[in-house]
């Protein structure tokens, strides 16, 4: 039996849950506290969930563990069989876990009421039963506050972030408005992606207010969290989806996710240490340099340069040369 370290609050623990749910794949869901802390530092490399421990060994990064239980439970499928839109899938998945992190960051720990609850149920799952956890919560909140700047969360890049949410929020809903999953029937990576961060957005304050409208989405977050039984039929294609899908991918992957990306892996490689600005969609936006999104987006390169030729032509000509 699998099992998985992880918490309610962490999009990534509950992204890979969400599959080993989908694959009806027996695990234990063990959320991390000091109870479990010795079962959790005999398999962690370092001190972050989700952490999957499985007869193959431990895992801590939430794609690869996505490819993992693929591989070894390959039915149901959360692969696409149109390379196009499988790699669109990916790309998505990619683009939540390095970009729509971001507004969830930003309202979970720049905004007080969403801090106070969230640093509270960390500190609630984390500390011995009957221990009050007001004092560890307000460390929590105190430490995550640290890290908004180095995530690119600053006061500076609110309005950019803010904008970003509610645009892609509106795109999505329309394209779920006719469709239970964002390929059609079938679950995919992507949806897993967005889904995990916008289940989190939704159980925030702030951003559940904010994205209260987004009925279609909602629902959508709900299912892509909650998929058993669901999401085993067929993808649509891309002639189907294209009218409602061509504008979340624009604005994921063409003007938000891959400019910043490149950008970030190019501050990187120059080793200046300076915070690097891009333009995305006209508004500057300005961080330092992280590591791991550089490492994802070469694996993404790696997986775009086996397409075939002709698949690469028509990806191009729905995101651009980005």
């Not at 992880?6 to 969400?18: F, H, L, T, W």
């Not at 005999?42 to 490819?67: C, F, R, Y």
């Not at 990916?90 to 106070?116: C, G, Q, S, V």
């Not at 039984?229 to 409602?244: H, I, M």
Request: proline letters at 8%; one cysteine or more.
């Amino acid at each position: 039996m699998y099992r998985l370290f992880g918490m309610e609050v962490s999009p990534y623990s509950v992204k890979v849950r969400a599959l080993l749910r989908f694959k009806q794949v027996p695990f234990e869901w063990l959320l991390r506290s000091r109870a479990n802390e010795s079962a959790f530092r005999e398999h962690a490399k370092v001190p972050l969930i989700p952490l999957l421990v499985t007869p193959a060994g431990a895992m801590q990064d939430s794609t690869p563990m996505l490819n993992y239980l693929e591989t070894e439970h390959p039915t149901p499928s959360i692969r696409l069989t149109d390379p196009l839109l499988n790699f669109l899938s990916d790309a998505l998945e990619e683009a939540a876990d390095e970009w729509l992190i971001k507004p969830m960051f930003h309202y979970r720990w720049n905004f007080e009421a969403d801090r106070r609850e969230a640093s509270l149920r960390i500190a609630t799952a984390s500390v011995d039963p009957g221990t009050d956890p007001s004092k560890f919560a307000e460390m929590i909140g105190m430490h995550l506050m640290t890290r908004r700047e180095p995530l690119g969360c600053s006061d500076t890049n609110a309005p950019l972030i803010e904008r970003y949410l509610l645009e892609g929020a509106t795109r999505l809903n329309a394209h779920l408005q006719t469709r239970p999953f964002l390929f059609g029937d079938q679950l995919s990576a992507a949806d897993l992606g967005l889904g995990s961060l916008y289940y989190e957005l939704y159980s925030d304050p702030t951003p559940s207010t904010l994205l209260r409208p987004f009925s279609a989405l909602s629902a959508w977050a709900q299912r892509c969290m909650n998929p058993e039984g669901l999401g085993t039929g067929q993808s649509e294609s891309w002639d189907s989806l294209s009218a409602t899908l061509r504008p979340v991918l624009e604005h994921e992957l063409s003007t938000h996710y891959l400019p910043w990306a490149h950008a970030n892996a190019a501050a990187l490689a120059s080793g200046d240490g300076t915070p690097f600005t891009v333009s995305l969609g006209g508004t500057d936006f300005t961080q330092p340099a992280q590591k791991y999104p550089a490492k994802s987006l070469r694996m993404l390169q790696a997986q775009w340069a086996n397409l075939a030729p002709d698949t690469q032509a028509d990806i191009r000509a729905i995101i651009g040369e980005v």
